[in-house]
C-alpha cells in the first residue's frame, strides 16, 4: 500500500475559519506550498543502523539563532515492529562554556504539522520560530534537539498520536544529540511539547527507563497535552477542527495499523479524508484548504461511536497517556479557554499523576485557548526544568490544586 499521510494544527482552525470570508473578499495570494523533502531524507531502509540514535546522516542547517549552531539530522530509531528506521530532526547547539558532564538536553515534542512526508518542522523555512521556548533554552547553555517523528521529512505514514512511535523518536533524538561532536551533550535532558507533542512528552517519560536507561530524565513538561483520546474525539467531532482530527486519526491508524474503516466511515466522505490527509497546516493559507476540504464532510460521516467500535476503541486506549509510570516529575499548563483539549481532561489527568504519587506542578493560564497554551507557559515551563536539570527537589501541587474548571472562552 502506497504511504502517505497528513494531520493538522488543530488549535489554529477555530480562528481560521472565522477569518475565511473576509479573507476571500481581501483575495489570498497563491498557496505556498511545503517543499517535498530532499535527498538528505530518503534512504534504502537496509542501510538504517539497528543501533538506535546513531545518525544516518548530518548537514549544517542555516540562519541558526545567534550564538548558536544548528544541525539537521537523520537518526535511526525503532518502528511499531522494533524494526530499524530513519527519523528525521534539528539539533540546536548553543555558544559557551562546556559544564563538567557535558551539556543538559531539552528535547523539543512539536504539536501537529501534518503526517506527510514534507510537513515536517525541519522543512519550514520558520523551524526555530516553532521550537517554543528556544532562545530561553538556549541561553541557559541547553543542547535542544526537536524530532520530526516518524514518517515527517522521511517517507510515510506518520502515526499519528500514536504514542510509543513518538516516544521512541523524542528519545532518540536525545541520543542523536549527544552524538554530535561539536553539542558536548550529556546524559541528563528534559522533554517538553505541545498538544501532540504533549502526547509525545508524555510518552517519553513513560518509555525512558525501558527504551533509554543510559539517559537521565530530569521532568516532563506537557501544554494542552492530548492524554484521554477517546474524550478528545468525543468533544471535538461535533467541531470544524475536531472532524479534521478525527479524519487525520482514522487515515493514519487504517495505514499504521491496518485498522479497517469500513466499520466506522461514511463511503461517501473518504475521499474527502484523503483531500484532507494530502495538506500540510503550515501557514495560513495552508489552514483555508484545510478549512475549505472540511466543508464538505457532514455531521454523520462517522457510523456509530467510534471510541466503542473495535479495534479502534482499543487503538485509542492504548495510545492515552498513564498507563504507565511517568518517569519523572510533570509540569502540566492548560488554557482555559481551550476548546480543542478541554480543561477538564487536563485536570483531571493531573488528578491521576497525583494519585500515583507523581510530583505536579500545573500552570492554570486563564483565557488562553489552544494554540497559545505552549507560548504562554514556555518561560515557566522552561524555568520549572532548569531547577529539574540542577536536581532541585520538584514543587508537588497536589494537595493545593484547584478546583476542577469550566471551560471559558
Given at each position: ?132 521556548g528556544l532562545s530561553d533554552m538556549l541561553a541557559l547553555g541547553y543542547v ?116 479497517p474503516l469500513d466499520p466506522v466511515l461514511d463511503p461517501a466522505a473518504r ?139
Open positions: 500500500m502506497p504511504y502517505r499521510g497528513t494531520v493538522s494544527r488543530i488549535g489554529r482552525l477555530a480562528g481560521v475559519f472565522a477569518l475565511i470570508s473576509v479573507l476571500a473578499v481581501a483575495g489570498c495570494a497563491g498557496l505556498v506550498e511545503p517543499p517535498e523533502p530532499s535527498a538528505f531524507y530518503q534512504i534504502y531502509p537496509a542501510r538504517v543502523s539497528g543501533t538506535p540514535g546513531e545518525i544516518l546522516r548530518i548537514e549544517p542547517y542555516g540562519n541558526a539563532p545567534t550564538g548558536a549552531t544548528a544541525y539537521r539530522v537523520l537518526y535511526s530509531s525503532r518502528g511499531l515492529q522494533d524494526e530499524p528506521i530513519a527519523v528525521s530532526g534539528i539539533v540546536v547547539v548553543p555558544e559557551g562554556v562546556v559544564p563538567e558532564g557535558g551539556r543538559p538536553v531539552i528535547a523539543w515534542a512539536h504539536p501537529t504539522t501534518g503526517v506527510a512526508p514534507r510537513c515536517a518542522p525541519t522543512l519550514a523555512t520558520n523551524v526555530f520560530d516553532r521550537i517554543i535542544v534537539a526537536a524530532t520530526d517523528y516518524p514518517g515527517m521529512g522521511t517517507p510515510g505514514p506518520h502515526p499519528y498520536l500514536v504514542g510509543v512511535s513518538e516516544g521512541r523518536a523524542v528519545l532518540d533524538s536525545v541520543r542523536a544529540a549527544r552524538r554530535i561532536p561539536q553539542a558536548q551533550a550529556g546524559s541528563t535532558f528534559a522533554v517538553w511539547g505541545h498538544s501532540q507533542g504533549g502526547q509525545a512528552s508524555l510518552f517519553t517519560g513513560q518509555l525512558a527507563a525501558s527504551y533509554a536507561p543510559e539517559l537521565k530524565l530530569a521532568g516532563v513538561a506537557a501544554a494542552a497535552p492530548a492524554t484521554d483520546l477517546a474524550q478528545l474525539l468525543r468533544d471535538d467531532i461535533s467541531t470544524k477542527g475536531g472532524k479534521v482530527l478525527t479524519s487525520f486519526a482514522l487515515w493514519s491508524w487504517n495505514r499504521v495499523y491496518d485498522a475521499p474527502t479524508v484523503d483531500a484532507i490527509a494530502a495538506n500540510c497546516i503550515e501557514n495560513l493559507d495552508q489552514d483555508l484548504v484545510i478549512a475549505g476540504e472540511e466543508k464538505k464532510i457532514n455531521e454523520n460521516f462517522l457510523h456509530g461511536d467510534v471510541t466503542q467500535i473495535e479495534p479502534w476503541k482499543s487503538l485509542l486506549a492504548r495510545n492515552s497517556t498513564g498507563q504507565a509510570p511517568a518517569g519523572a516529575p510533570v509540569f502540566l499548563a492548560q488554557g482555559t479557554a481551550d476548546t480543542t483539549v478541554r480543561p477538564q481532561v487536563t485536570f483531571r489527568f493531573a488528578q491521576a499523576l497525583c494519585r500515583k504519587g507523581t510530583p505536579v506542578e500545573f500552570d492554570w493560564l486563564p483565557g488562553v485557548n489552544h494554540d497559545l497554551a505552549a507560548k504562554d507557559s514556555a518561560q515557566t515551563a522552561v524555568k520549572w526544568m532548569e531547577a529539574r536539570i540542577q536536581g532541585l527537589r520538584a514543587p508537588n501541587e497536589c494537595r493545593r490544586l484547584p478546583a476542577e474548571p469550566k471551560a471559558s472562552g
